[in-house]
């Protein structure tokens, strides 16, 4: 069983078009997040949620809008696709969200290419 | 990332030990993590070193820190060809809830 899974694993679209990414855990865990990875692998959060709410929302143009239905589930929707969004996207989940260790679980990632 | 830093390339021979660095500029960092990622897949956590600690050790793997320095390592013994991937630093600070700052991630290649 795949812990932390998105959907799709490549998308490719035209500038200026409107994209989700979806992303479920079954791990049971009351956190998420996305992360953006670029093209020089540099990897940075985007936003993360604790059961259902927002609690991370780093410096991500508002063309990005993420949403959560339940715990389990975190999509990306993406407004106006530029050619800079060309990234590898990550969601990851862990337990809690409280501030002492505890491990994050990575998905294996959606590639999104923008022409 | 810009403000954790780690080399870019690292080049060892099979069966040699790997060191790869990481340095960090926060001082209020509670754990610092290392993950792996190989090529087309997502991020795999291999360790974690509380921020008290000098020394870790699991298996193959060592991390240290020298938090003065602000100076975290992880030394693969006995490097395999399947060691070859792309190796995080991250660092959890304090009063940052569960953020990591990711570094800027280390290529490993291992050769026969």
């Known amino acids: 069983d795949t812990a932390v899974s998105q959907t799709p694993k490549y998308l490719v679209t035209q500038m200026g078009n409107d994209k989700s990414i979806k992303c479920e855990q079954n791990?049971?865990?009351?956190?998420m997040y996305w992360y953006k990875q670029d093209s020089k692998k540099f990897l940075k959060i985007m936003f993360s949620?604790?059961?259902?709410?927002?609690?991370i929302n780093e410096t991500v143009p508002n063309r990005f809008s993420p949403k959560s239905p339940d715990k389990a589930h975190l999509n990306l929707h993406i407004n106006s696709l530029e050619l800079g969004d060309s990234a590898v996207y990550f969601c990851?989940?862990?337990?809690?969200?409280?501030?002492?260790?505890?491990?994050?679980?990575f998905g294996p990632g959606t590639r999104l290419l923008v022409l | 990332g810009e403000d954790v830093e780690q080399s870019l390339f690292l080049s060892v021979r099979e069966g040699d030990s790997s060191v790869i660095n990481c340095t960090y500029t926060?001082?209020?960092?509670?754990?610092l993590y290392w993950y792996k990622q190989e090529p087309g897949a997502g991020l795999q956590l291999l360790t974690y070193?509380?921020?008290?600690?000098d020394m870790k050790q699991d298996q193959r793997l060592t991390v240290l820190l020298n938090k003065k320095d602000k100076h975290l390592s992880l030394r693969i013994a006995d490097t395999q060809t399947g060691d070859s991937a792309i190796y995080f630093c991250?660092?959890?600070?304090?009063?940052?809830?569960?953020?990591?700052?990711f570094g800027t991630g280390t290529q490993l290649k291992v050769e026969l």
């Open positions: 990851a989940s862990s337990p809690g969200g409280r501030n002492y260790q505890e491990t994050q679980y």
């Open positions: 791990l049971g865990h009351d956190t």
């Open positions: 949620y604790n059961n259902k709410e927002l609690i």
């Open positions: 926060d001082s209020s960092s509670t754990y």
């Open positions: 070193i509380f921020s008290n600690m």
């Open positions: 991250a660092e959890k600070r304090a009063g940052g809830g569960n953020k990591l700052t």
